[in-house]
Structure formats: C-alpha cells, structure tokens
C-alpha cells in the first residue's frame, strides 16, 4: 500500500465513500434514530419531517425518491407514504379517515415501525385522532373517550418533535402560538377600538379567502360535504354581513345556488330522512345568508316561503291539547317519521324555518305571521306548565306528538331520547334557537304573551346567579336550569328593541362587552376584548385554513388548548376567535345573525383598511363612528335595515375639535325593506355617521319611540 501513488490513494477514497453510499442505499434503515448527519437518506427525511407544510414535504419524499439505488422496501415504504401526503393534501374529501379513525383510534399507513419513513407518520396519525374528536360529539362530550384519543394524539406529536424539532406544524399542536408575518403599521389618530376591529375584520377575510381559493371545488363544495359545507357561512358573518367583499359575496351566492340545486334539495327541502339538526341545515344554510345578502330578491323569498308551505301541510298538525307542533324531530320533504321514540317538536326546529322566518320578519306577511303565532303558542304553554319534574316556566327541549306531553319517551323530561346521539336534544339543546324566535313573534304581533317564557328564564337565572346553591344541583330542578344556560342574548335584543328595564339586572351581571358599551358607554372592555380577539387570529393561521378536516369546525383549533383537553393547565395565550364580537360592533346586532337578527346596517364597501363601531340604533335613528385607515378619500354606502318608512336627515360629522366644517348633511327616504345612503369618508380622520327621523316624522306612540342605547359621540 505504501507504493500506491497519491492520485490512486484518492482514487482509493473515492471507491470506499462510494461503497458506503451504496450500502446507505442499500441495506435496510431500522430507525430515524440510526440516521447520521451525513445520511444522504436521513437528511431528505430531516427535511420532509421538519417542513412547516405538507407540500414542501411532499416535495422532499419526491426528491428522495428519485435517489439512485434505494433499498427495495424503502421504494415500497416511500410509495405508500407518498400517496398518504398526496390524499391528505388534494382529497377532495377532507375527512376521509373518519370511520377508521374513529373505529381503530388510528390510521394504518402500511409501513413497518422499522422503517425510517416510520417517524414521519406520527403528525398525520396525530392530525387525524385530533380533528375526529374535534368533530365527534361523542368524543369530545364525553371526558373519557376524549382523553383517550387527545392523549393518543399528544404523544404521537411529542415522539413527532423529538425526531423533528424544526417543524412548526408540530409545535403549534404542542401548543406554541405561530404567529402570522402580517403585521399592521400604526396609524396616528386611530382609536384602539378602530386599530383592534380593523384587525380582526382582516384576518378573518384573510382565512375567508384562504378557503375559497384554495378549498372551493368546481362544484362550488369545500370538501367537507355539503352538509358541513353549508355552515362556513356563520363564522363569515362579520365579513359576509357586516361588509361587502365582492370576491367572498360572489363565492357565498356560487355555493348557496350549487347547494341548492343538488339532487337532495331540488324539492326545496332534504329528500333524505333524517333528523331536524342535519335536514335542515343544507337549506337553511343556504338560503339565509342569502336572505341577508339579496333581501328583495324573489328567488330566495320564494324558496324560503316553500318552507313555510311544508311545514304548514306536512311537518306539523295539531295535538291533542289543540295546539300547532312539529309531529316528528325526523322529517324530509315528503314525509314524516311517526315512530313514537322520533315523534317530538324540539327547540332546534326553528333551523327548518329559519329562511321563512326572517322573510316574516322583514315583510310582516300576514300568511306566515298566522303559522308561526301559532306554533309558538305551543311553546308558551308547554313552558308554563309544571309537568314531569319540569318546573313551571322552564321552556322544555320537547314536546311529544301527538299527547303534547313534555318531553320524549326517555325517563327524564330534559332527556328526550329522539335521536342516537342523545346530547344533541338534552335540555338545554339549542335554547337560543326558539327564545329568539318567541321574541321575534312579541315583536312581531306586540303580544306580551310571547314574553312570558322569556321573561321567567331570565329570572330563574337571575335568581340563580344571586343565590347560587352550595351543592351541585339535581337534575332537571329549576336551580339546574339556570345553571346550564344564558339569556344574556335574547334580553339584550329585547332591550335594545324596547328600551325596557325589567332584564337590567341580569343584562349587568351578564352581557357582552358591545351590549355592556351600548348600555353604559364601558368602552374598555369592548377595547380589551377586540384587542383579545385580534390576537387570536394573528397566531395559528394554519389552524383555520390547510389543518382544518371538517369544515362545520374551522375556528375550533384553539378549544384544543382549553385547560384540561389536551394540556391539564391549558396555554392561555392560544384563545378563540369572537366573530361574533366583529359582527355586532360593525352592524350593531347584540345578538346573533342567524335568528331574530338585529342587525342594523351592511357598509357596502370591502372589509379592509375600515373600521364601523354602531353606537346606536333603532327604528327612527341610526349612529356610527368611522375610521378609514387609508390615504385617500373613500365612497362608502351604508345599507340600513331597521328605519321605519319615512322621511330622515343623515350627516358626517368629524370628530376632531375644529374640523365641523367639513360635516355634510343630507335628506333621504325610507321606503322598502331597507335603504341606501353614500358618503365620503376622509381619510385617518374618526367621524360620526348619524340618521335621524325628520321632526314631522315622527308618531308619539309606542311603536315608534326607539330608547336612546348608546347615543355617545366619538368617545
């Protein structure tokens, strides 16, 4: 050897390194673990496993496999894990591991625990466990099966970390915040409240769009079915109703017509069988926003109307106590499910009407008016009655038909065993759903009557909020009632509509920081909770967008963090997104858009760069402050909804001292449903909108006077 001279001594180097990579190729890798620094394979899986997405992942498992001289087995591995990715980033449908997932508690990707593709599986298999129980209510309601499968999910990801530390994808299910590269730039003179909804409005456009371009098939669908598809539209709401976004207007009136027109809606209503829940929600979804979007369009008025037509001669009939109910929880456009076990009207049977009784709403048709006064008659006996350990004044989830009795055929009046998934319709199930609509019909026809059972909820729960018991309650007892639900929303509509004070009392000890800033001018904690809401969508976009599996569940990443799911102490600094707080500072709703709406304005003009906190509204007044953060003049529309017909005067006036002016005033009528006033907002300058019934106008009766809510100036 010592002969040999030096160009073949590196000729000899040469031959040795190029044997040992051909071994590497070669033979067998058991582990991840067993990969060197200079592990040509190792390094490709390094960075397939530390990628922050799937397709750059993807695209390092393609590098790999073009390699020269793999291991047989490893080809064979690397095949199967490729078409994994591929499925999990282009299925049509997002959740396709769900039965498997939810019957094995896992996802068998064929490659043997040996394998160095091995470690790489755990996200996926993780990802899987995690957004099945984030979908399953029979998962995540149930502590223990929940725990099951989230702490599965945890130690996938940390045995995911350990192998690859760099990937972000895994932090962020571990529970570190991402934060987003987008940051705003201060703005002088913008009012935090501006600076904080301004933000918030944007990152949740930002997800909207992320959604359509990225998700939206050529059918219109998302990929998550039409049935869950169909609900992306209420966390849309501050953006879709609040504000007028051309690109996500078109993609909202693109899927609601596609729904529409599938095979299983064509009647105007499910063929399918099945309960109230899941029947209804592919029209109601549908035809509502649309309702909001096109409110004088007859297409949506005359598809919601055939609602009403169905329930009238089909869904309900008359009890045996003479009063109108729904005679099945199961029903589909062309029949009803008598079997005594289904046989209940619910407080979720508002959702099959849900598009008709906003068209009532905004037209007084005297048709509709006749058939829902006398459903919800229904609801106001059944709630004062004391009947089956029901205390008086509680409206029940149930009614059975055709006795009327209260209730289901379960052992327990608050239980009524309808349905397979029996938390669905437990009590309270989905109260919000009929209080809106009872007081929709006091507002409607001026009946007190319809109040009543609003009126004794709001004060069992008042009652139990002062003297709360010291033991936990039994259930089904009056003190178990009010400990399970909130009217905090309902009597903030009621007040806001009537200016009454009889709810004040629980309005204080329960409200929302805009119904609290409307009432009492408290506009730090409507600040601070904008601030907590723009903070929540400035971390983990990913969570809302390419991680999301169902799509009735886009904004449910951060429940994850809550304390005692997946973290016994929680991780506070992951918090969930309020779209609601955005819709009602932007339209001035206290409520929710989905039920007896009160939402008083639509600015016709996209959701970025602008701000719209309503300080008041009502049937003859309107009041608004404007920020727009822009450099340039801009022409706004403001669309209103509430004014009573008539004659009115708007003006814009500036906020700052010595600019008064450059306030414009303008006359205009009210006429339809609703009405149209446009403006010039001068640019980083708070201004005041304000419409106000002219003098003449004006009827001193009761239906008329609108109470002064929150009729503060640039505060």
């Given at each position: 050897m010592a002969l040999i001279r030096k160009g073949e001594h590196e000729k000899g180097e040469f031959c040795v390194v190029g044997i040992l990579l051909v071994l590497l190729f070669t033979f067998p890798l058991r582990a991840a673990g067993v990969l060197t620094q200079e592990s040509p394979v190792g390094k490709l899986i390094r960075l397939a496993g530390n990628a922050n997405d799937d397709r750059t992942s993807l695209a390092y498992l393609r590098q790999l496999q073009k390699q020269p001289n793999l291991n047989e087995q490893l080809k064979v591995d690397l095949g199967k894990l490729i078409a994994e990715i591929d499925r999990w980033i282009n299925s049509r449908r997002l959740d396709y591991f769900s039965r498997e997932v939810s019957r094995k508690k896992d996802w068998d990707f064929k490659i043997a625990s040996d394998s160095p593709l091995y470690p790489l599986t755990y996200l996926y298999r993780a990802r899987m466990l995690i957004w099945y129980t984030l979908e399953s209510g029979g998962t995540w309601n149930h502590p223990e099966r929940r725990a099951e499968f989230l702490g599965k999910a945890r130690r996938f990801l940390e045995a995911s970390k350990e192998d690859f530390p760099e990937s972000k994808t895994v932090r962020m299910y571990l529970g570190e915040p991402i934060a987003s590269n987008r940051r705003y730039s201060p703005v002088p003179g913008a009012p935090e409240w501006a600076v904080y909804q301004r933000e918030g409005l944007e990152r949740l456009a930002d997800i909207i769009e992320w959604w359509i371009d990225n998700r939206m098939q050529e059918n219109g669908e998302y990929g998550g079915g039409w049935g869950d598809d169909c609900e992306m539209w209420r966390w849309w709401v501050p953006v879709l109703i609040g504000f007028d976004d051309p690109k996500i207007t078109r993609a909202q009136t693109r899927f609601s017509n596609a729904l529409l027109s599938q095979p299983h809606l064509k009647p105007g209503y499910m063929t399918r069988m099945t309960d109230v829940e899941h029947s209804a929600e592919d029209s109601s979804d549908a035809m509502t926003p649309m309702m909001h979007l096109e409110p004088e369009n007859e297409l949506w008025q005359k598809r919601a109307y055939r609602l009403a037509e169905l329930m009238e001669t089909l869904w309900t009939g008359r009890n045996h106590r003479g009063f109108l109910q729904f005679k099945s929880t199961y029903f589909s456009v062309s029949e009803v499910d008598s079997r005594p076990a289904r046989a209940c009207d619910t407080v979720y049977h508002p959702r099959a009407a849900q598009p008709a009784l906003l068209y009532w709403q905004r037209t007084g048709d005297e048709t509709l008016g006749k058939l829902f006064t006398a459903w919800m008659d229904t609801w106001v006996d059944a709630a004062v009655r004391a009947e089956r350990g029901k205390p008086a004044g509680v409206i029940p989830s149930a009614i059975h038909w055709p006795d009327g009795v209260i209730g289901g055929v379960g052992r327990d009046w608050w239980d009524p065993r309808n349905h397979s998934e029996t938390t669905l319709y437990e009590w309270p199930s989905a109260m919000g759903m009929m209080t809106n609509t009872l007081l929709l019909t006091y507002y409607m026809t001026k009946n007190p009557e319809y109040l009543d059972p609003i009126?004794?909820?709001?004060?069992?729960?008042?009652?139990?909020?002062?003297?709360?018991?010291?033991?936990?309650?039994?259930?089904?007892?009056?003190?178990?009632?009010?400990?399970?639900?909130?009217?905090?929303?309902?009597?903030?509509?009621?007040?806001?509509?009537?200016?009454?004070?009889?709810?004040?009392?629980?309005?204080?000890?329960?409200?929302?920081?805009?119904?609290?800033?409307?009432?009492?001018?408290?506009?730090?904690?409507?600040?601070?909770?904008?601030?907590?809401?723009?903070?929540?969508?400035?971390?983990?976009?990913?969570?809302?967008?390419?991680?999301?599996?169902?799509?009735?569940?886009?904004?449910?990443?951060?429940?994850?963090?809550?304390?005692?799911?997946?973290?016994?102490?929680?991780?506070?600094?992951?918090?969930?997104?309020?779209?609601?707080?955005?819709?009602?500072?932007?339209?001035?709703?206290?409520?929710?858009?989905?039920?007896?709406?009160?939402?008083?304005?639509?600015?016709?003009?996209?959701?970025?760069?602008?701000?719209?906190?309503?300080?008041?509204?009502?049937?003859?007044?309107?009041?608004?402050?404007?920020?727009?953060?822009?450099?340039?003049?801009?022409?706004?529309?403001?669309?209103?909804?509430?004014?009573?017909?008539?004659?009115?005067?708007?003006?814009?006036?500036?906020?700052?001292?010595?600019?008064?002016?450059?306030?414009?005033?303008?006359?205009?009528?009210?006429?339809?449903?609703?009405?149209?006033i446009s403006f010039t907002l001068p640019p980083r300058k708070l201004c005041v909108l304000r419409a106000r019934r002219m003098n003449s106008e004006i009827r001193h009766d009761a239906d008329s006077r609108t109470p002064t809510v929150g009729a503060r100036r640039c505060q």
């Open positions: 009126r004794s909820m709001a004060m069992i729960r008042l009652k139990y909020l002062n003297r709360p018991p010291e033991e936990p309650p039994a259930a089904g007892t009056e003190a178990w009632c009010a400990s399970k639900v909130s009217m905090s929303g309902v009597i903030a509509k009621y007040k806001f509509l009537t200016g009454g004070t009889e709810f004040d009392e629980l309005l204080a000890r329960e409200s929302t920081p805009y119904v609290a800033f409307r009432l009492h001018g408290d506009k730090g904690a409507l600040v601070e909770a904008l601030r907590e809401n723009a903070e929540a969508l400035s971390i983990n976009f990913g969570g809302y967008t390419r991680e999301v599996r169902y799509t009735d569940r886009v904004l449910r990443f951060p429940s994850l963090f809550r304390k005692g799911v997946m973290f016994d102490d929680g991780i506070a600094a992951i918090r969930s997104p309020n779209p609601g707080l955005l819709y009602s500072t932007a339209t001035g709703d206290p409520g929710g858009a989905g039920y007896f709406p009160l939402n008083a304005v639509r600015w016709l003009t996209p959701p970025r760069g602008i701000a719209a906190l309503v300080t008041e509204s009502g049937r003859d007044r309107f009041t608004a402050e404007l920020f727009h953060f822009g450099r340039q003049q801009r022409q706004i529309v403001a669309e209103l909804y509430l004014l009573r017909p008539g004659k009115y005067t708007s003006e814009l006036l500036p906020c700052q001292a010595g600019d008064e002016g450059n306030k414009t005033k303008r006359d205009f009528a009210v006429r339809g449903l609703s009405t149209r």
